[in-house]
């Protein structure tokens, strides 16, 4: 009989996946964008060069303030990079980053990366291939999971309210 009981677990694991496992993928998801938008943003921030082309760009697709506009990007990939890597304040910084996600498309990536004049189905591959539109997929994702419960926010909830089923 525990044969047949490993075998149902396996079996709902990979064909249906299994609750006690969510907080793995979130984990992983959470932690991972959040070290790449730290990564980011102190590159824009503190990184001169870095920082001097990212207000070039923003000047050559005509955003107002471009060294403001820059500070601010730069500013929101790093804090909410860091805030994501430890859980904190996770569906207010997947919110800020899905904004700068699609500003980034609707500004540089779909004038600047995908070609004119293409068919319908041509645009979809190249839009779908941008590496923001999977990000804000994620966002999404994280915003509707929540941070899981390695992080700040469900041990702030935890305290607050009390014991919660929430992964």
Excluded at 85 to 98: D, P, S
Aim: charge should be neutral.
């Amino acid at each position: 009989m525990a044969d047949q009981s490993k075998f149902n677990f396996l079996l709902q694991a990979a064909l249906t996946g299994h609750r006690s496992l969510e907080w793995l993928p979130i984990f992983v998801a959470r932690f991972s964008m959040g070290l790449f938008f730290c990564v980011s943003g102190y590159n824009k921030l503190f990184i001169v060069e870095k920082h001097e082309d990212l207000i070039k760009l923003m000047a050559k697709i005509g955003l107002p303030l471009p060294d403001l506009m820059a500070l601010f990007l730069g500013s929101v990939e790093f804090f909410g990079g860091i805030f994501l890597m430890i859980g904190l304040l996770n569906t207010l910084c997947a919110i800020a980053l899905t904004i700068a996600m699609i500003v980034a498309i609707i500004t540089v990536e779909i004038d600047l990366i995908i070609p004119k004049g293409i068919g319908f189905f041509d645009w979809m591959s190249w839009f779908l291939y941008l590496p923001q539109v999977m990000y804000v997929i994620i966002f999404i994702w994280l915003m509707t999971t929540g941070p899981g419960r390695f992080s700040i926010d469900h041990i702030i909830v935890r305290k607050m309210v009390g014991d919660i089923t929430q992964t």
